[in-house]
């Protein structure tokens, strides 16, 4: 099924169509490439660094080794995001920390025509895959990058702050399959994974709009510790613990402002 991917990438043509015509002849300009990328797929290598591409929210981005792979884990907080924004039309500017190939700016943008991003990384590499999605998606006017650190460069509060930040403990990238390809700049989270995610939370309780909305991607298993930094921000806050689809802590959510301030796993 890879190699099916892979040839109808080089064939500028769809899956389907590979598999609908068996006795098409493969040019040999393509067949070559086509051994190449095999030999890279079997050393390890994802396939979306080989295409080029990967669907997220049922949209095409492009994506390379200056960024990580969008993860349909990820989409929990895409829906969050898009839920909240269907029931508070008056916000207007979201925030996209560590957007990566901007795919969750690109995908809340395109389902919420009211809502402009600041999309933020400290990579350079990383923000010019995200300018060639936006522009993709015709959203050039509406999605504004900027190189930076969480949010030192906020000259005013926004109403949504969404954050995919590193957040694997510095110990166990050299055990991780995923760091031999994917960037260590947005994996490592420091000493216990929070190192960057504190930071922001203390950021964010000057920058987030009341009312407003903060989403943060977490690792499974540190959910309990991110709920007693983000307590101590926002103590008149909601805090909620979201799982993904799989049943694991994913996802926190900071509602402001809010009438109790207790965890609930949904």
């Given amino acids: 099924m890879e190699a099916q991917v892979i040839l109808a990438h080089f064939m500028n043509t769809s899956k389907t169509w590979i598999i609908a015509h068996p006795e098409e002849k493969i040019p040999d300009p393509i067949l070559g490439q086509l051994d190449q990328a095999i030999i890279r797929l079997f050393n390890g290598e994802p396939l979306a660094y080989i295409t080029g591409t990967r669907e997220f929210f049922c949209q095409p981005f492009f994506v390379s080794p200056a960024t990580l792979i969008p993860r349909p884990e990820t989409e929990l907080m895409v829906e969050n995001a898009i839920q909240w924004l269907q029931f508070n039309p008056e916000a207007k500017l979201g925030a996209d920390i560590g957007t990566g190939c901007g795919c969750i700016a690109v995908s809340i943008a395109k389902s919420i025509p009211g809502i402009n991003f600041l999309a933020v990384d400290i990579s350079y590499n990383a923000l010019q895959i995200a300018r060639r999605n936006i522009l993709q998606h015709g959203l050039k006017n509406r999605i504004h990058l900027i190189q930076g650190n969480c949010l030192n460069f906020l000259g005013g509060k926004v109403d949504l702050i ?32 929070l190192v960057l995610i504190r930071e922001l939370l203390e950021k964010s309780k000057l920058w987030l709009q009341n009312p407003g909305l903060l989403l943060i991607e977490f690792e499974s298993g540190q959910e309990d510790r991110l ?19 799989a049943g694991k802590p994913r996802l926190l959510s900071i509602t402001t402002p809010a009438c109790r301030n207790q965890a609930e796993v949904i």
């Fill in 227 to 245: 709920f007693i930094i983000a307590s101590c921000y926002f103590p008149s806050s909601l805090i909620t613990i979201h799982q993904d689809l």
């Fill in 162 to 193: 969404c954050a995919n930040l590193p957040y694997i403990p510095t110990r166990k990238l050299n055990i991780l399959e995923t760091t031999r390809y994917e960037p260590k700049i947005a994996l490592d989270g420091g000493i216990n994974g």
